[in-house]
Structure formats: structure tokens, C-alpha cells
């Protein structure tokens, strides 16, 4: 089955700077990856997501990258704030995409 | 929110005991899944399901049982409460978006198993 794996698992970063956390899977026939942020006390909240067929989108400070020859794809944050800091999960469509298999999150903070 | 509601918000419950969580759609989407969340383990599906009365399995199904009995709702019954089963459990949503089937979450329910 599909495994995904997120590195790193906890990410420090000065307000303004960048963040980038990256995501790998294992199955090839993934087509769907959603990237996800989850906040103390509510459920994920869906983010930015980017189909197989193309390599990279972009809303506002947020992109993510797709490298399907490498198996991983990557979500950047641009000009960090502190409302940026929470847990970000990564997943990846299995199952002819009704279903995800998740990261295990990354927990990022925004040092202001 | 995506019009998921999950009940209870929070929930202690005795080793042994049955637990049934409840989630509840506005908006007649066909699939709905159970996640658990847990520490270094991410988000795992328990069971899910693609209309009334047509459910399948998970990753970590075991010591679960579901039923869909109405389009709006999605019962998660845990038969015998076990201290493994402590988590947070949220009840999502797929709906099809620009040739994409996405996931909504609620906003989860919180069950200690003592």
C-alpha cells in the first residue's frame, strides 16, 4: 500500500523567513496530494492540493512542488507568521483516489 | 466545515464499555470516513463509506464496527471500549473539486477510555 513519510517532524522558523517541509510516497500510481493544516483543537483543514499533472501551484504565500520521478513533493511557506504555526500533514490519493493515506504531520513554529 | 458536525465534542468512557460516536452531513455527499488521530502515528482510516449501507474497512479497523443507515449520518461504534482506543476520532468528506475528489474534516471528538 501507499506509505508517505514527512521530514522534518518539527520545524522552527524565524517570523519572515521560509518554511519548507517535505513529503515522499512510495506508490506510483498516486495522482492526488493534499497538503493539510491543523490547528490546537480543530480538525485539518485542507490547504493547497496539486494533481499529478502538473509541478508546482501557488495561492498567495503558500506553493507546493511535485517531483513524480522522485516520489516527493513539497509545500512552501513564504514570509512566515505566527498564525502559520500548526501541524501540517501531507497525504497522497490511494485507491483510485477515494482515499488518502496521511504523513504523520510536522509540526512548525513561527518564532516571532 | 463543509456542514460536518460530530457528537459527542468530547467523551470518557470505562474499558468495556460501548461507545458509539455519531457524524452528521448537511450537504448528501455519498463517501464519508472515520480517522483516528494519535501521536507519531498521523491520521489513519478506520472505516468508510460510499453510500447507505455500503461501508469498507481501513487501515485499523479492528475493534470497530460502522453503519450508514441515512446519507447524513455515519455511526462509529466501538462494541468494547479498550485504553488503546483513546484518541481523537474526525469524521470527514469527500466531494469532487476541479477533477479532484477532496477531503473535509469536522471538527473531531476527543475519547478517553479509562
Known amino acids: 500500500g501507499e506509505n508517505v513519510e514527512q521530514h522534518p517532524s518539527t520545524l522552527s522558523v524565524q517570523e519572515g523567513d521560509s518554511a519548507v517541509i517535505k513529503c515522499t510516497y512510495s506508490d506510483s500510481a498516486s495522482n492526488y496530494f493534499p497538503w493539510y493544516k491543523q490547528e490546537l483543537g480543530k480538525g485539518p483543514q485542507l490547504i493547497i492540493d496539486i494533481r499529478s499533472n502538473v509541478g508546482e501551484k501557488k495561492d498567495q504565500r503558500i506553493a507546493v512542488t511535485l517531483n513524480k520521478t522522485a516520489k516527493h513533493f513539497s509545500l512552501h511557506i513564504t514570509e512566515t507568521q505566527p498564525e502559520d504555526s500548526a501541524v501540517y500533514f501531507c497525504?497522497?490519493?490511494?485507491?483510485?483516489?477515494?482515499?488518502?493515506?496521511f504523513g504523520k504531520g510536522n509540526q512548525v513554529v513561527v518564532i516571532p | 466545515d463543509a456542514g460536518i458536525t460530530q457528537s459527542p465534542r468530547h467523551k470518557v468512557t470505562e474499558t468495556g464499555t460501548p461507545v458509539t460516536l455519531r457524524c452528521h452531513q448537511t450537504e448528501n455527499h455519498r463517501y464519508m470516513y472515520w480517522y483516528r488521530q494519535d501521536p507519531g502515528h498521523g491520521l489513519r482510516l478506520i472505516h468508510y463509506s460510499y453510500g447507505v449501507k455500503d461501508t469498507d474497512k481501513g487501515e485499523v479497523s479492528d475493534g470497530y464496527s460502522v453503519s450508514r443507515s441515512k446519507t447524513e449520518d455515519f455511526l462509529l461504534t466501538l462494541e468494547s471500549a479498550t485504553s488503546s482506543q483513546t484518541s481523537v476520532y474526525f469524521c470527514a468528506i469527500s466531494e469532487w473539486d476541479n477533477k479532484a475528489k477532496k477531503l473535509f474534516f469536522g471538527s473531531g471528538t476527543q475519547l478517553s477510555v479509562l
Open positions: 497525504a497522497a490519493s490511494i485507491g483510485g483516489n477515494n482515499r488518502l493515506a
